[in-house]
């Protein structure tokens, strides 16, 4: 099992920055990737970007550059984060972390809130 706490959300002004983490505990050493996911209110939930055990980062088209994912070591699983910048309304949503160890199973935390205010 794996247990995924997010941190880091809140209120924000658009242009702002903020940094999500996303803590990680159990049997990470069998997780292959993480990803961040966030669903705005009654919208379908959308995957924001993922990270590789390589390290290799894929992100969705509508970040353009303005974040980033990333972990805190080579070969750790112990936090990963979402670096958020120049933030805008449309970045409203409740954020969450993934975790999957293919090809089945995949853990969810409970998700942080992001608000950016106009």
């Known amino acids: 099992q794996v247990q995924l706490v997010e941190s880091g959300g809140g209120l924000v002004q658009a242009g702002g920055s903020l940094r999500l983490s996303c803590a990680a505990s159990?049997?990470?050493?069998?997780?292959?990737?993480f990803a961040w996911y966030r669903q705005a209110p009654e919208k379908q939930r959308e995957l924001v970007a993922r990270i590789s055990r390589r390290g290799i980062a894929n992100y969705a088209d509508f970040t353009k550059g303005r974040f980033t994912i990333s972990r805190d070591g080579a070969n750790a699983w112990n936090t990963v984060y979402l670096q958020m910048n120049s933030l805008k309304p449309d970045d409203t949503a409740v954020y969450y972390c993934?975790?999957?160890?293919?090809?089945?199973?995949?853990?969810w935390g409970q998700g942080t809130q992001v608000t950016v205010s106009s």
């Open positions: 159990g049997s990470t050493f069998r997780i292959d990737d």
């Open positions: 993934n975790a999957r160890r293919l090809p089945v199973s995949e853990y």
